[in-house]
């Protein structure tokens, strides 16, 4: 399994669900994609990315990278 399939990129509502007492890192503004939360599936583009095992998120480690 690629390390990519872990880095996942979520909106910051999911994140703030994975990580309630934890301010998120953001891409900077010029790096953001708009693409598909990888816990809910809503396009955004909120520049936030986390690691997870693949299982545990919407996508299933899925992407288009």
Known sequence: ??????????CE???YGLEPDRNP???LAEDRAAGPCCGCG???SD?????????????GGQ???
């Open 25 to 27: 890192v953001r891409t």
């Open 47 to 59: 520049g936030i990315f986390y690691r997870a095992d693949p299982r545990a998120m919407g996508c």
């Open 42 to 44: 809503k396009i955004q």
């Open 13 to 15: 509502t999911c994140y």
């Open 1 to 10: 399994m690629s390390s990519s399939r872990w880095t996942h990129s979520v």
């Open 63 to 65: 992407h288009s990278d």
